[in-house]
């Protein structure tokens, strides 16, 4: 108990002394106790909880049935020997193995209360008597079959609810977590399993009752245990796929420290808008992949381009743009993906067709990319890095409007505006060391020296940096400084000279990582180069 903070240990020494409490009646002189009823359940409750240790909750209907069989103080009884002898995840053991007990010991108390307060036994005895199960005649003096059902399903809901509120406190004295994620984000997932256990628990009541006995109501039992070993499959499968995504995010952060971070970010803003556009369950998830893994092609990128220090040749530039393909590839054979595969192979697609690699145009870029433009985008153009600090909010997110419609999809700049106002943005610093440099360095193209634009601002980071080879070379272009490693830049001779070229080009025609700026700190500068 040492290991222990002080309001864990007191929270933990009351709920034992409450589980005593109402167990305490069953020791009483004159208590009628069913104790072979009580040591039969509690024994398939302790053997189930061994056999399934990591999810004990798959024998919950052996407790219901108790609270539907027994007094609430001998219902107490039936979920101690599984929780004591319950694997223990980490020390302290036995407080962990007390609080659990007297966690289960309260639940089923409080569901056999309420079990009672609602006439469910009555119910339970009109089903016993008249087979309301097998047709017959239904008992007047007995609710029958549909109430006794309600209750049983209310009974399951008390049990979860009490369990889910005790733990939650044990995670705020213990754990420290907050009340609103100790209780507000785990009730509705915690309580839906008990919508199938109280309906399997009544069976089992009354099967135990029935002229079968114990044995038949034990067969509702092995259903059960198949659902629990394909949940345990599911999460296990579930958490192979997260060690994937883990592994290849940080396979990316590795080889390009510079820009570390940026994937989670990419993808909780990407969660952010789809959130907003009324996305959801599955698709909410994939995307939220999609943005992690949206520059998983750079593992395929030679690091000494992603590391250089001098102007790129243009066939270095092709290479970089083989970037999405190479992403592409890489998961091809992850199925569990679904979607996101699209925006890992089309996020620098632009809406005005000139992104690459396909040249997508308008509807053609699957919704997924469309976001993870957006996002990749905005955080590039709010994170700080060792060439240029981190712009405003409302900075990026102007900038981001000004480019909808001919880079970005304006639906999705104005779903990530309108998350922003919700829930605000905190992005974190991911330059490692100030002497990297590389990822992309300077545009080949000549530009007039630094001294010569004191009033020209720094174009969006993560920007592509076209080629614009209708300016006239310059010598001094050697005072220069590279690029930061993360923003790609592609040849666009086509538009290179227009002055009205969008400043961003993260999302769909260079950066590796969304909107980049040059070292410069005086802001946009005209023509599309940043």
Known sequence: MRALPLGARVYV??????????????????????????????????????????????????????AFLLPP????????????????????????????????????WAASCAFSALRG???????????????????????????????????????????????????????????????????????????????????????WRSPYGPAAALLVLLPMYVCACGFVLYHRESAAHQATIRALVQAVDIKDRYTRGHSERVGRASTMIARELGMSGDRLEALRIAGILHDVGKLGVPTRLLRKNGPLTPDERR???????????????????????????????????????????????????????????????????????????????????????????????????RALDRHGWHAAVTADAPEERGNVPADSSPRPPEPSRPREPSGPRGASRSPEPSRSPEPSRSREPSWPRGASRVPETSRSTEPSAPLVRAAATGPLDGPGRSPAPDGPRPGGRS
Do not use: N
């Open 319 to 417: 290479v970089i743009e083989l970037h999405p393909e190479y992403g592409d590839e890489m998961v091809r054979g992850i199925g569990f993906l679904g979607e996101a595969r699209a925006a890992i192979l089309h996020h620098h697609e632009r809406l005005d067709g000139s992104g690459y690699p396909y040249g997508l145009a308008g509807a053609q870029i699957p919704e997924f990319a469309r976001v993870v433009a957006v996002a990749d985008a905005f955080d590039a153009m709010t994170s700080t890095r060792t060439y240029s600090r981190a712009r405003p909010v409302p900075t990026a997110v102007e900038e981001l409007k000004r480019c909808a419609g001919t880079q970005f999809d304006p639906r999705m700049v104005r779903a990530l505006a």
């Open 121 to 207: 036994p009555r119910a339970l005895e009109a089903l016993e008597a008249l087979g309301d199960l097998g047709g017959g005649v239904r008992d007047p003096g007995g609710p029958g079959f549909p109430y006794a059902l309600v209750t049983a399903v209310a009974a399951a809901l008390v049990l979860g609810l009490t369990a889910t509120v005790l733990e939650g406190g044990v995670l705020v004295t213990a754990e420290r977590r907050s009340p609103r994620a100790a209780w507000s984000g785990r009730l509705p997932g915690a309580l839906a399993p008990y919508l199938v256990h109280g309906p399997a628990g009544l069976t089992m009541a009354v099967l």
């Open 13 to 66: 020494l009351c709920a034992v002394l409450a589980g005593g409490l109402c167990a305490a009646p069953v020791v009483r002189p004159g208590q009628d106790v069913p104790w072979a009823t009580v040591a039969l359940l509690a024994t398939v409750h302790a053997v189930g909880s061994r056999a399934r240790a990591r999810w004990p909750e798959w024998c919950s209907p052996v407790l219901l049935a108790g």
């Open 73 to 108: 103080a001998a219902a107490a009884l039936v979920a101690l020997p599984g929780a004591l002898l319950t694997r223990a995840d980490r020390p302290p053991v036995w407080p962990r193995r007390a609080w659990r007990a007297a966690r289960l010991s309260l639940a089923v």
